[in-house]
């Protein structure tokens, strides 16, 4: 029987916080002005551009930029799908019973931007979504850029305290949702933060706790005091709608805000990152390149994910690498269950399969594993947290996922920074998060002097480039504190680089143990461990002992 040890962290992802140091500002160095300069030439021709390398011995390296960034909205890269693939299957959700093809569904996601607009929504404006995977989470996602609105992505397990904080932050003026789902009776949980809903005129709501708050919508059932999605779109398949819709759009720029995202909060509360159309469709569209999706037929494009639309690895790695690239979504259960995963591989021919560990894990060791046909699964994607090298080499070789990838990133990034390529090794996938992303800087640096690090030296992880946030919503100090003057963002992730530009990640600054003056890191321990065949999970952690001496293993 397996063992397991402690509880695998979840969500690294899409969880980023401030290190342990604060706000820094690099000083100007030869050696920056050197390595930049190195770094350039990595287009030139001396260094094969696909996989730049560190330069000098130390821990820079900066992604090439043989492929261009384009100035494209959200909007313009589902209709352009749209345009070239009409026919081909776009979104299926299985426990919805919905299945629709890319017109289809830009004809859907038009009346549902239109009927945002008609209702009294703008650009700018901020709509929440909360609730669990969904075809009313996908439509209002992509209905939202289209008009130009702002889409928050709420934890679909907040409760009243939880979701009160981040209406309020971001001042949300409409939310939607079901209104149940197991336990979780969202309508009822916002008539705790606003009573006022029960009596409100649907879409004209007054709440004294949320003043910015003016309009809900139920997407599955008449509440009171709700405007019901089918009656909005219904509003925004009229003409006089549709040609609002298509007024506004003169004016929506790839460099608007489009996405708020909060994260953990693990050091205060939750900051709102925000993200723009430039941000989040270069992001997809050089996760798509890394997994070569330009070179595959529709047959091979049908993504199986059973990750949640709320957090960065549904909503961009699944959502919008999707349409941008043809792919066919398949949307297996409303929250992640391993055997509704298996059985859309099996069923609907998946070939591609996202996750985190923790996923996989149960993933593999369902009952009936072995019942199920891989035939057509070639690869995907693992993220969310550090995946144990003997996890990655399990799903290799059980679930003939050979061109599995290892992705890290943060929320704040949009989210990928680093992420392997379908043909390195299975070692090479075991051992790392992969290569650099294209148009991307990374740094790794002595957390006490602000020097780089020595290649596979421990050091604080930073990035720079177009996949940085816009900020964190109205909180300029606590944006300056994790990006600063200097563009780079600090992750708060130890980090080592080796000489081919492979990024092993070792913990969190937050987490690292000093015991007699040595540096331990948390991840160098759970790989041990996870070597035992008898160990699935496991985590180590840290507490402070008499004399500042931090030396606690939690098993």
Not at 13 to 25: E, N
Not at 41 to 66: D, E, F, K, R, W
Not at 93 to 105: C, D, S, T
Not at 192 to 210: D, F, N, T, V, Y
Request: contains cysteine; positive net charge.
């Amino acid at each position: 029987m397996a063992v397991y040890l402690g509880m695998l962290r979840l969500g690294r992802l899409c969880i980023a916080s401030l290190g342990a140091q604060g706000p820094r500002t690099l000083l100007s160095r030869p050696w920056q002005n050197s390595k930049l300069h190195c770094a350039r030439a990595l287009s030139s021709g001396t260094v094969n551009c696909t996989n730049p390398v560190p330069i000098g011995g130390l821990s820079y390296i900066q992604g090439h930029t043989s492929s261009h960034l384009v100035n494209t909205t959200v909007g313009e890269c589902l209709d352009a799908t749209a345009q070239k693939f009409p026919n081909r299957e776009a979104l299926v959700i299985l426990h919805e019973n919905i299945r629709l093809n890319f017109a289809q569904l830009k004809e859907e996601v038009d009346k549902a931007a239109s009927g945002l607009l008609s209702i009294g929504l703008r650009r700018g404006d901020r709509l929440g979504m909360w609730g669990p995977n969904s075809y009313a989470w996908v439509l209002i996602q992509l209905a939202t850029a289209q008009a130009g609105i702002i889409l928050v992505s709420v934890n679909p397990a907040y409760q009243a305290a939880e979701l009160e904080y981040v209406l309020k932050k971001v001042g949300c003026k409409a939310i939607a949702f079901p209104k149940q789902f197991k336990t979780q009776q969202y309508y009822n949980i916002l008539k705790q933060i606003c009573p006022e809903l029960e009596k409100a005129q649907p879409g004209a709501l007054k709440s004294k706790r949320l003043p910015d708050l003016t309009t809900v919508i139920s997407v599955d059932a008449p509440l009171p005091g709700t405007l019901l999605l089918d009656d909005v779109v219904a509003a925004g398949s009229k003409e006089q709608n549709l040609a609002q819709l298509r007024y506004h759009q003169q004016f929506l720029s790839c460099h608007d805000s489009i996405n708020i995202q909060f994260t953990s909060g693990t050091t205060g509360s939750p900051k709102g990152a925000t993200l723009s159309h430039y941000n989040i469709v270069n992001n997809s569209k050089l996760i798509g390149q890394r997994l070569k999706l330009h070179t595959k037929t529709a047959e091979e494009l049908r993504l199986v994910l059973p990750s949640p639309l709320y957090h960065c690895l549904g909503s961009v790695g699944g959502t919008m690498v999707s349409m941008m690239y043809g792919v066919t979504l398949l949307l297996s259960s409303p929250s992640f269950n391993g055997k509704k995963a298996l059985e859309a591989i099996s069923r609907e021919k998946g070939t591609l399969l996202y996750g985190t560990p923790t996923m996989f894990v149960d993933v593999l060791n369902q009952p009936d594993f072995s019942s199920y046909d891989f035939s057509s699964i070639r690869g995907g994607v693992i993220a969310g947290s550090p995946a144990p090298p003997e996890l990655i080499r399990a799903i290799i070789n059980k679930m003939n996922m050979k061109e599995l990838v290892v992705v890290y990133g943060t929320t704040e990034n949009s989210p990928v920074t680093f992420m392997n390529y379908p043909e390195d090794t299975l070692e090479q996938k075991a051992e790392s998060v992969g290569r650099i992303m294209p148009h991307t800087e990374a740094q790794i640096v002595n957390m006490e002097t602000g020097e780089l690090t020595k290649l596979n030296t421990p050091g604080e992880l930073y990035i720079r480039g177009y996949c940085v946030m816009q900020g964190y919503w109205g909180e300029p100090q606590k944006t300056f504190e994790t990006v600063g003057q200097d563009k780079w963002y600090r992750t708060g992730d130890i980090a080592t680089m080796d000489e081919q530009g492979f990024c092993k990640i070792v913990g969190r600054s937050k987490d690292m143990i000093i015991r007699g003056g040595e540096n331990i890191y948390p991840a160098e321990l759970e790989d041990f461990f996870h070597k035992h065949p008898q160990v699935q999970e496991v985590q180590i952690q840290k507490f402070r002992l008499r004399e500042q001496m931090e030396q606690h293993l939690k098993l």
